[in-house]
């Protein structure tokens, strides 16, 4: 049983705002409680995909691998963010890997249970729609970054998209290490820094720890 707070954080989520409380309780009574350590595996590449997760606190990074050993981060996510929800339709295997970058807890909603809350409550598939059509964006434009792009162009993007996430102007917060932004954006920790480096001698932007004001926002648009 999950507590009053974590029923909050459910009704507030993007995949289940808008809800009935009464359709967020019957959610809620499905939900399992799921805590990780920091570096902890949630899921590896190719395990069944028997339910999805929803991030109660912490972060989660969802990244695949090259033959290589190289990490591509695909995306990150935080609380009230669900992840690992394609596989509750179609059954496959988890398309990549799920692991926690700080100590986490997470809610895992069981596959059978939850596909019969969805013919109960028709308004959940058109939630999950949403979602699902919003991470089809993002994924076309981490795309489009990553094959059209040079990687100054790629930060300046992700820039821009914090600004727009966390609701400033003149600066973001990076909430992740430079090295697992360098892996999201698809380089090397020594090419980003001398990016950042190259930015604020440019006037672009100035770094301080992980604040970053953003002091030209049409140069960085350009």
Known sequence: MISTAQQVIIGGSVLFGGLPEEHVAAIGGIALERKFGRGEMVFFEGDPGDGFYMVLSGKVKIYKMSLTGKEQILHIFGPGEPFGEVPVFNGQPFPANAETLVASTLLFFPRKKFV???????????????????????????????????????????????????????????????????????????????????????????????????????GLAE
């Open 116 to 218: 019969a809350l969805v013919h109960q409550l028709p308004t959940l598939a058109l939630n999950m729609l949403a979602v699902l059509s919003l991470r089809l964006r993002r994924f076309a434009t981490q795309i489009e970054n990553l094959s059209l792009k040079e990687v100054p162009e790629r930060l300046a993007s992700y820039l821009l998209y914090l600004s727009e996430e966390q609701g400033t102007v003149g600066e973001v917060t990076l909430e992740i290490s430079k090295g697992q932004l360098a892996s999201l954006l698809g380089t090397s920790p020594e090419t980003l820094s001398r990016i950042f480096a190259r930015m604020s001698e440019q006037g672009l932007i100035e770094v301080q720890g992980r604040m970053i004001r953003l002091l030209d926002r049409e």
